[in-house]
């Protein structure tokens, strides 16, 4: 069967102010006591008068003018009404035909093949967030639900895309782009799993014969990228499986079941007009000037695309690296801090992207906490570059370093990993070795050059790796040179 994927996605970005989108609570709601950042307004308590809080408006614009959006100079609040628990007022707060931003896109570059892919964005508007359920269960079934109301009113930004996008790969690389330029702007941490950032994806199958659109469904509950991936793969196949068997596929909200590793049915998918949408009487039409466009447009910091064609340029590296680097603004930063004491970018980033993501990612730990400093990176390199240690023990120096927070140096002299560059030591050493491996020996001396690589391996680890590899290989050779002769 021939077919083509067709994905839009709604992203929710939780904009970074200290107060509530219209009102004075506090937008800290994580490890809160439940319920204790609320007013009358959060509430939707009667009387409540919303006032719109001029920093959301402020962080929701740097953000569509980095997605090339256009600006409107008139937009609109809407009550958009539905019942759910965690939203007190049983309507929210959101923007409808007017919204704060229209018409952007975002350009990707996707997979191996360097595919260029342009995604186009229908809207970015302003919305409040809802509270929070929290269920109690017993032996595995809910069995009560409580409701937390520190997040209700907290600023949202909801970015829409076009069904532009025609894998879940390509959805990946949008939402991974996406993260890193609120990031850079500061208007979001983008931590999907706390919530920060949340992604809705509408995903349909069209015949690529009749160009006839199918059913579309819609993807909730993803807290991953990897969750999202694999929810997007799994509709896919569940679609196309329909179809091929002839049976219909209903326009539905799904959930992610991330344990059971499918999408199950939540509810029938709502039309716009079932919200009954009406502007809202409370808030006067929002007037943004060019003037103060273009002041936030002057101010925006560096961007992702801009800092990986820095890096490529000032420091040589490579496509790939450079985009590993800029993809998490904080992993940048501790690069650039390095790079101004350690001049070999290419092995430094090596050790970021190798050693230090892997401890990161074993201890669950941001790069903006490690224990090991930028500096103290920079210079445990240095130790390398010096002879004072090799590259086997630097990994084990590293590990400590990670562990105990305590500087390579010091490091390096209390456990007296120091290398081995005494060459009369390390000539016993040769000689033992030479002694116990002949035929390594007779098999160098007939032509096979690889087997001094084994005698080397011998010597270093007779010396548990402290013996400077160069010297060992140089000083071997020079020896069986002598017994040819």
């Given at each position: 069967?021939?077919?083509?994927?067709?994905?839009?996605?709604?992203?929710?970005?939780?904009?970074?102010?200290?107060?509530?989108?219209?009102?004075?609570?506090?937008?800290?709601?994580?490890?809160?006591?439940?319920?204790?950042?609320?007013?009358?307004?959060?509430?939707?308590?009667?009387?409540?008068?919303?006032?719109?809080?001029?920093?959301?408006?402020?962080?929701?614009?740097?953000?569509?003018?980095?997605?090339?959006?256009?600006?409107?100079?008139?937009?609109?609040?809407?009550?958009?009404?539905?019942?759910?628990?965690?939203?007190?007022?049983?309507?929210?707060?959101?923007?409808?035909?007017?919204?704060?931003?229209?018409?952007?896109?975002?350009?990707?570059?996707?997979?191996?093949?360097?595919?260029?892919?342009?995604?186009?964005i229908t809207r970015a508007h302003m919305e409040e967030d809802a509270g929070k359920l929290v269920h109690i269960e017993e032996k595995g079934q809910i069995v009560d639900s409580l409701v937390d109301y520190n997040r209700s009113c907290v600023p949202l930004l909801e970015i829409v895309t076009e069904p532009d996008i025609r894998?879940?790969?390509?959805?990946?690389?949008?939402?991974?782009?996406?993260?890193?330029?609120?990031?850079?702007?500061?208007?979001?941490?983008?931590?999907?799993?706390?919530?920060?950032?949340?992604?809705?994806?509408?995903?349909?199958?069209?015949?690529?014969?009749?160009?006839?659109?199918?059913?579309?469904?819609?993807?909730?509950?993803?807290?991953?990228?990897?969750?999202?991936?694999?929810?997007?793969?799994?509709?896919?196949?569940?679609?196309?499986?329909?179809?091929?068997?002839?049976?219909?596929?209903?326009?539905?909200?799904?959930?992610?079941?991330?344990?059971?590793?499918?999408?199950?049915?939540?509810?029938?998918?709502?039309?716009?007009?079932?919200?009954?949408?009406?502007?809202?009487?409370?808030?006067?039409?929002?007037?943004?000037?060019?003037?103060?466009?273009?002041?936030?447009?002057?101010?925006?910091?560096?961007?992702?695309?801009?800092?990986?064609?820095?890096?490529?340029?000032?420091?040589?590296?490579?496509?790939?690296?450079?985009?590993?680097?800029?993809?998490?603004?904080?992993?940048?930063?501790?690069?650039?801090?390095?790079?101004?004491?350690?001049?070999?970018?290419?092995?430094?980033?090596?050790?970021?992207?190798s050693e230090l993501l892997r401890y990161l990612g074993e201890e669950g730990t941001e790069i903006s906490s490690s224990p090991i400093s930028a500096e103290s990176l920079a210079e445990l390199l240095h130790l390398i570059d010096r002879k004072v240690i090799s590259g086997k023990i630097a990994k084990t120096i590293f590990e400590?370093?990670?562990?105990?927070?305590?500087?390579?140096?010091?490091?390096?002299?209390?456990?007296?990993?120091?290398?081995?560059?005494?060459?009369?030591?390390?000539?016993?050493?040769?000689?033992?070795?030479?002694?116990?491996?002949?035929?390594?020996?007779?098999?160098?001396?007939?032509?096979?050059?690889?087997?001094?690589?084994?005698?080397?391996?011998?010597?270093?680890?007779?010396?548990?790796?402290?013996?400077?590899?160069?010297?060992?290989?140089?000083?071997?050779?020079?020896?069986?040179?002598?017994?040819?002769?």
């Open positions: 069967m021939q077919d083509d994927i067709v994905i839009g996605l709604e992203i929710h970005v939780q904009l970074s102010t200290k107060t509530k989108i219209f009102c004075n609570c506090s937008t800290d709601y994580i490890d809160q006591e439940p319920n204790t950042n609320t007013c009358p307004v959060c509430l939707g308590l009667p009387g409540g008068l919303p006032v719109l809080n001029k920093k959301a408006v402020e962080l929701a614009i740097r953000t569509a003018i980095a997605l090339n959006c256009r600006i409107n100079s008139t937009s609109i609040f809407h009550r958009k009404n539905y019942f759910y628990p965690d939203l007190p007022k049983a309507f929210q707060i959101s923007q409808y035909d007017l919204p704060l931003a229209e018409e952007g896109f975002m350009e990707l570059i996707v997979g191996k093949s360097k595919k260029n892919s342009k995604i186009r894998s879940s790969e390509e959805a990946i690389v949008f939402l991974q782009n996406l993260r890193s330029i609120v990031q850079y702007l500061g208007v979001c941490d983008g931590n999907l799993e706390c919530g920060s950032m949340r992604c809705d994806a509408n995903i349909s199958i069209r015949d690529s014969k009749s160009h006839q659109l199918g059913t579309k469904t819609e993807v909730k509950n993803m807290n991953s990228f990897r969750a999202i991936k694999r929810a997007l793969d799994y509709e896919i196949c569940r679609q196309r499986k329909l179809i091929e068997d002839g049976e219909k596929v209903s326009q539905e909200t799904r959930r992610w079941d991330e344990a059971n590793n499918q999408t199950v049915t939540m509810r029938s998918k709502e039309e716009a007009h079932d919200y009954r949408y009406f502007p809202e009487p409370d808030l006067l039409p929002l007037k943004i000037k060019d003037s103060w466009v273009n002041e936030i447009k002057d101010s925006l910091p560096e961007l992702p695309v801009d800092r990986k064609e820095r890096f490529t340029r000032d420091f040589g590296l490579s496509d790939y690296d450079a985009s590993r680097l800029v993809e998490i603004k904080s992993l940048g930063d501790y690069f650039e801090e390095a790079a101004r004491d350690y001049k070999d970018y290419k092995k430094l980033t090596n050790w970021i992207l400590k370093m990670f562990k105990t927070g305590q500087s390579a140096t010091d490091l390096v002299q209390k456990s007296g990993l120091t290398q081995i560059s005494d060459k009369e030591e390390i000539d016993i050493i040769i000689e033992k070795v030479i002694e116990d491996n002949i035929q390594s020996v007779q098999d160098y001396r007939s032509g096979k050059e690889k087997a001094v690589n084994f005698l080397v391996g011998q010597v270093m680890r007779h010396t548990k790796g402290r013996a400077q590899p160069d010297l060992v290989l140089n000083l071997l050779k020079e020896k069986m040179n002598k017994l040819e002769n």
